[in-house]
């Protein structure tokens, strides 16, 4: 079992943090090579660790979720910040591993540390409530498992995700940006979303061939409508699947016709020729209810 380096006597060193060298050893223990097709990519830098955690705003009192926890480099950070930690790993094998390290890194906080052995897309209760989501998010599925978890765990008040740069863009993106589609709108219905910085590729094993964004949330409200989430979401859906196309144009196989679609962005409010990327959640939430209402 990897133990952790001592710090030199007489020094106030902050807790230890895995290294490169500490990642390596830990995945040569248990026979484990970083997979792309789990989208495994571990963090070995301790000054990213902090970074992250205190970007992240957690405090003592909370309960942190982490997704993917991997060989515990993140794990450990928070157990420093927060309660709890309750970890959702999809790998048995570094499920397997991350009691033990977690035990011999942070004895002292081993009865604040839960894991669970799923699919985060899948999870929808946990031994702990947690109040935030702080996670180095698989690049593949980072906006499903960050809507997923926003809508089964309402007790999530505020996070920080490691996802793609490009990824980050599109999820903290406003109206009438470049990069503003389907992520953007889904997550403003549960969240508010900003981007918090890019971390570098070296600090990283095995290196990605990309930089990472990180996204700050923070919990808000719903849009106040008489539309259901769904209903809500299957307008977006549509308005993003042709681009380019107006609004009229687009959401005519969702309305019935392109006559039905015009009638609801009126009774909206909304320009029947503008086109999605310039309309926030709550237009959108109009555009769901006017259908709603007509249907009854």
């Known amino acids: 079992m ?12 902050p807790a230890p943090l895995l290294g490169a060298s500490d990642i390596r050893r830990l995945a040569e223990e248990i026979g484990v090579r970083p997979t792309k097709t789990l989208g495994q990519n571990f963090v070995i830098d ?9 970007v992240a705003g957690i405090h003592a009192d909370e309960t942190v979720l982490e997704v993917g926890p991997g060989l515990g480099s993140l794990t450990l950070g928070l157990l420093d910040a927060a309660k709890a930690v309750v970890a959702v790993e999809i790998d048995p094998v570094l499920a397997g591993k991350l009691p033990e390290t977690v035990k011999a890194w942070r004895p002292d906080a081993s009865d604040d540390f839960h894991l669970v052995l799923a699919d985060a897309m899948k999870v929808t209760s946990l031994p702990v ?3 935030a989501l702080v996670a180095n998010l698989p690049y593949n599925v980072a906006v499903p498992v960050v809507l997923h978890l926003l809508q089964h765990f309402p007790s999530l008040q505020h996070g920080l995700v490691m996802v793609q740069d490009e990824v980050a863009d599109r999820l903290a ?10 992520p953007s709108v889904k997550a403003a219905w549960y969240s508010s979303m900003r981007k918090a910085g890019v971390i570098g590729m070296n600090v990283f094993w095995p290196a990605p061939k990309i930089s ?14 008489t539309a259901s ?4 979401f299957a307008v977006i859906d549509a308005a993003f699947a042709q681009r380019r196309k107006t609004l009229r144009a687009a959401l ?6 392109a006559a039905e ?36």
Do not use: M
């Open 2 to 13: 990897t133990e952790p380096t001592p710090a030199t006597p007489g020094t106030a060193a």
């Open 46 to 54: 301790g000054n990213t660790i902090r970074r992250i955690v205190s």
């Open 129 to 131: 409530e947690p109040t």
């Open 173 to 182: 993106a406003g109206p009438g940006s470049k990069t503003y589609g389907v």
């Open 212 to 225: 990472s964004g990180l996204v700050s949330f923070t919990r808000r409200a719903a849009p106040v409508t």
């Open 229 to 232: 989430r769904e209903q809500v």
């Open 252 to 257: 005519a196989g969702w309305a019935g016709s």
């Open 261 to 296: 679609a015009e009638r609801c962005l009126r009774a909206a409010g909304i320009d029947p020729s503008a086109r999605g990327e310039v309309i926030d959640i709550s237009g959108f939430a109009r555009i769901a209810e006017a259908h709603a209402i007509q249907e009854v």
